[in-house]
């Protein structure tokens, strides 16, 4: 079945470092990938999204590329802030209009001052 | 300006006693989900209503129901908790799917069974 794969955390991090969080996915058909941010004591946001192959989403200095040939869509951003901790989430909707998203367990990012 | 608006924050029932969560959106989309989610784990979606059609994932348990009376409102009822459905429920929205696939999310709440 459908499934999304990303790295355990915690990851904590200095403030102005550079953050990877790898997501892969398993998908049979054509995927939407998201990723989505909680941030403490708040429901899940959009971060952004890619909806084909070689799209880059981009959002708040956050950037994350669809790469179907390696079933990935890594989240990054050049330089962390301390506002940026939170619990992100790599998702995808097998095909363009569907209603079920699948989520991948969370990361949790620590930023220190 | 909430938009999806989960209630309350916290809920604390006995064991086989019915309880029943809220959600409710400002934001007049189509499609409202439930989702459960436990600690470190994936939100796992429950069931969505597209408009007044009734969705149910095919490994939700029968004691897990839900309504939604009207376009703003959805419920969650779980008829008989047991210790193992203590979690974090999120309600989600979304507009048709075919047209924008972003859901937006309530709050959660974090239901505790004794």
């Known amino acids: 079945g459908n499934s999304v794969t990303q790295m355990e955390g915690p990851v904590t991090l200095s403030e102005e470092a550079f953050l990877t969080i790898n997501c892969t996915y398993t998908?049979?058909?054509?995927?939407?990938l998201f990723w989505y941010v909680q941030y403490p004591g708040e429901g899940l946001q959009l971060l952004l999204k890619a909806t084909k192959a070689d799209d880059k989403g981009s959002n708040k200095g956050f950037e994350a590329t669809y790469r179907k040939e390696t079933t990935s869509f890594h989240l990054e951003k050049g330089s962390v802030q301390v506002s940026d901790s939170a619990v992100y989430f790599c998702a995808l909707i097998e095909d363009t209009g569907g209603f079920k998203t699948i989520f991948g367990a969370g990361t949790r990012l620590f930023v220190k001052a | 300006d909430a938009m999806v608006i989960q209630n309350p924050r916290y809920q604390v029932t006995q064991f086989g006693k019915p309880v029943t969560l809220s959600c409710s959106q400002t934001?007049?989309?189509?499609?409202m989900y439930w989702y459960q989610q436990k600690s470190s784990q994936a939100p796992k979606l429950l069931f969505h209503?597209?408009?007044?059609?009734?969705?149910n994932e095919a490994d939700t348990p029968d004691n897990f129901q839900s309504r939604r009376p009207n376009t703003s409102f959805c419920f969650l009822d779980i008829r008989s908790p047991g210790l193992g459905d203590a979690a974090m429920y999120l309600c989600?929205?979304?507009?048709?799917?075919?047209?924008?696939?972003?859901?937006?999310f309530g709050p959660g709440t974090r239901l505790l069974v004794l």
């Open positions: 989600a929205t979304s507009r048709d799917p075919r047209q924008e696939e972003t859901q937006y």
């Open positions: 934001l007049n989309h189509n499609v």
């Open positions: 998908a049979t058909g054509y995927p939407s």
């Open positions: 209503y597209y408009d007044k059609d009734f969705n």
